[in-house]
């Protein structure tokens, strides 16, 4: 059960390694007459098959603090985390539906283009500068910081910015190449990804089946997970009551039962994967019924990342409390490695494998998404509006290379502090925060013509300062207890004073109902039909048959899930 990685470990990631160069390389070669068509390089137009897009949608999002973190809630709370995956599945088919045609018919290809097309100019650059920073200084730094520190406590220790510097250069490879480059890769990264994490899920129940007596049976151990851990095998987390544990109270706060589903969940999702260019990119430069099944593609692969990131978490849980996991180190986030450590040589290679494969993927897609915004919504549009198509895609790699640069020099010494908070946390906190108002600004831009661009910029400005209040101060001025939440102790105490918290769910709920409520009533006050209006078309949103198989087949599996884990 050593750490360290064998010569066999190492043979089989450098094989990884090597397959996704050398297949990247002959992609590149293959688009090379394309080499300096703009749209071409940073969308890939026309060129991505459904199955490219969908893959390339699920390697992007999956990095390592889903690997970390959702194990990490696995371990805490159980399966109820996995309602941020399942939630998706159904948020992708929303997207499929309504939002893409809408993307597609506009002529859409990044996020500050449509508030530019919707609203004004003005939103378009606020957003595009918020975005970059977001990306740079939040999303990279963290997927780079969490994924060298996973991969360094796996190969033994004191490796961490070899291991970093090595990550960004594997990106940039991958990530120079353009966005076909990045998707094709991406097939390889997911599939090294599933198998990975399903190798190690699978290990990690034999560890608890043979534990406990029953040999090495998958099947019985998660029987046994099951029988020693019930509580972690409910969607619902149940309201606290007067005689609820702290331990039950700080559960809800992570994740608060019926009201997530009524509030903050939806929100996380459809933003994350409608309003996002690090995630839409990747459907943009398609036809309609390719980015759809991509998309719904992406959803169903969505149903299995449970098993891969949550699965270990919770059969951690079950080792550690029955005395079977002393190389628990760290606490929750510290599940997903301790469990690693049962793998036998070979297979830990293949896990790691699948760790970088997550990470570089996510490092990729996030570089592709900043020189795109960068090259086409601010360097084109402010400083160089006559830009060849050629100085376009040369300015697009030297944004890959700064930001990644920038990226690398923040995390070098963490001067961020992502290491205090958790890169999970970290991320979660600072785009938490604006996700109401920007979801706000889309929905409605779509499909309400009235909304004006006024009432978009002070969404977001409200929306930010909303999310603040009640996640900062709403219990200390408004009391714990009002007719719009219910702010419960944290266990902590400050200055002598114990802390309350409203769920995080809930403050983004409020944040956007109220948000949305002021875009409607500024809104009243312009025309009834907004100039800069979408048009939409009869049959615009209807989908053909073989995607509706699709849809109720996804569907059903999520029904089944919620059946039997209610």
């Known amino acids: ?16 390694f090597l397959v996704v160069s050398i297949y990247g390389y002959v992609i590149y070669r293959k688009r090379e007459k394309n080499e300096h068509d703009a749209k071409a390089y940073f969308l890939a137009e026309g060129t991505l098959t459904w199955w490219a897009i969908g893959a390339s949608l699920i390697a992007s999002n999956i990095s390592a603090e889903q690997f970390i973190g959702m194990s990490g809630e696995g371990f805490f709370l159980g399966i109820a985390v996995a309602a941020y995956e399942w939630i998706a599945a159904i948020a992708l088919i929303i997207i499929a539906i309504w939002f893409i045609p809408v993307y597609l018919k506009n002529k859409i290809y990044t996020m500050p283009q449509f508030l530019k097309t919707r609203y004004n100019e003005s939103t378009a650059l606020i957003m595009a500068v918020f975005w970059l920073f977001l990306y740079v200084f939040v999303n990279l730094t963290s997927i780079l910081y969490l994924g060298a520190v996973a991969i360094d406590g796996l190969a033994g220790g004191g490796y961490l910015h070899v291991i970093m510097v090595g990550l960004a250069v594997f990106a940039l490879i991958i990530s120079l190449g353009g966005m076909k480059v990045v998707a094709y890769t991406d097939v390889i990264q997911v599939a090294v990804l599933i198998i990975g994490g399903l190798v190690t899920s699978y290990i990690a129940l034999t560890v608890v ?50 009201m997530s589903y009524l509030a903050g969940i939806w929100i996380i999702n459809l933003n994350y994967w409608g309003c996002n260019q690090y995630i839409t990119q990747r459907a943009l430069g398609a036809d309609l019924q390719t980015a759809r099944t991509g998309i719904l593609f992406a959803g169903f692969l969505k149903l299995l990342m449970p098993l891969i990131v949550m699965l270990p978490g919770i059969a951690a849980y079950v080792l550690y409390q029955n005395d079977a996991l002393p190389q628990l180190v760290g606490g929750k986030d510290g599940a997903y490695s301790a ?30 998404s900043i ?53 999970f946390t970290f991320i979660q906190k600072y785009t938490g925060f604006i996700s109401p108002g920007v979801f706000a ?23 930010f300062v909303l999310s603040v209040l009640f996640n900062e ?12 939440y219910t702010a419960w102790p944290t266990g902590k105490i400050v200055d002598g004073v114990p802390v309350y918290e409203i769920p995080f769910h809930i403050c983004m709920g409020l944040s956007f109902f109220f948000t949305t409520l002021v875009m409607v009533a500024m809104s009243f006050a312009g025309p009834k039909v907004n100039p800069k209006a979408f048009e939409t078309e009869p049959g615009m949103f209807t ?19 919620y059946v039997k884990f209610w």
């Open 1 to 16: 059960m050593s750490q360290n990685l064998a010569f066999a470990d190492y043979a089989v990631f450098i094989i990884y």
């Open 209 to 258: 089946s043979d534990h406990f007596g029953f040999g090495k049976d998958a099947l019985a151990g998660f029987n046994l997970l099951i029988e020693k851990a019930p509580e972690h095998f409910k969607m619902i987390i149940d309201r606290p009551g007067a005689n609820s544990s702290q331990l039950e109270i700080n559960k809800y706060l992570t994740f608060p039962g019926l």
């Open 339 to 368: 469990m690693l450590t049962f793998l036998p040589t070979g297979l830990k290679g293949l896990s790691v494998a699948a760790l970088t494969a997550a990470i570089v993927a996510s490092l990729a897609g996030k570089v592709n």
């Open 371 to 423: 020189s795109t915004i960068y090259t086409l919504d601010v360097h084109k549009k402010y400083i160089q509006k006559n830009a060849s198509d050629r100085h376009q895609v040369n300015i697009g790699r030297y944004a890959v290379f700064a930001s990644m640069l920038l990226a690398v020099l923040f995390t070098w010494n963490d001067v961020l502090g992502i290491g205090g908070e958790g890169g």
């Open 441 to 463: 600004m889309f929905i409605l831009g779509m499909f309400w013509k009235r909304t004006t661009g006024a009432a978009a910029i002070v969404g977001v400005i409200l929306g």
């Open 473 to 484: 101060y709403a219990p200390a001025l408004f009391g714990n207890e009002t007719l719009l």
């Open 543 to 561: 989908v053909k048959p073989q995607t509706t198989v699709l849809i109720v087949i996804t569907l059903l599996v999520i029904v089944a899930l």
